[in-house]
């Protein structure tokens, strides 16, 4: 038997349903995910891959599988119209890398010198600038704020910021 990855398009934000309807349907995959420094509804992980997941299968023995609705599946990432093969090392390396990022932290995202943010850390919720980024996930960002009344230098982990951008509003 000579099974192989493949990567598979799943519809749009549907990696978590795909996922859950692949497994249950006896299908052998692998959904990267990470730990989120912010929670989304449901969910305390991100895809590493957003609308991508890995399915193995022995397509020379049981053939190309199909999908139904349910299954959320958008198609099969292809070149040529060629399906390419994972190699298991890669898929061995990915699952080692993903274990190493949630081993730590999770994933962490840098905010640049003079980018604006929202400070929400240890019961202060504050719209602060970046003066000086945290360069390791265990370093903390130096914010300048608003802090009673006036603007104050603090030292913030890098969790506990967020971009303005992504404010509703």
Not at 25 to 40: A, C, L
Request: hydrophobic share 40%; glycine share 10%.
């Amino acid at each position: 038997m000579a099974t192989s990855w493949y990567v598979l398009r799943t519809n749009p934000r549907a990696e978590y349903l795909a996922a859950a309807q692949l497994e249950s349907d006896g299908f052998e995959i692998i959904f990267p995910r990470v730990k989120s420094p912010h929670n989304r509804v449901g969910h305390a992980d991100l895809p590493l891959f957003p609308g991508y997941l890995f399915l193995r299968r022995d397509v020379e023995a049981d053939g190309w599988p199909s999908f139904g609705l349910r299954h959320c599946v958008a198609g099969w990432v292809s070149f040529e119209g060629v399906v390419p093969p994972i190699p298991d090392e890669v898929i061995v390396e990915l699952a080692h890398r993903v274990e190493g990022i949630n081993t730590g932290k999770g994933l962490w995202r840098r905010f640049r010198k003079g980018e604006k943010v929202r400070v929400a850390s240890h019961g202060l919720d504050s719209l602060g600038e970046v003066l000086q980024e945290a360069k390791t996930p265990q370093a903390s960002a130096r914010v300048l704020l608003q802090f009673m009344g006036r603007m104050v230098q603090a030292q913030v982990p890098w969790w506990g910021l967020r971009p303005v951008q992504d404010e509703p509003g």
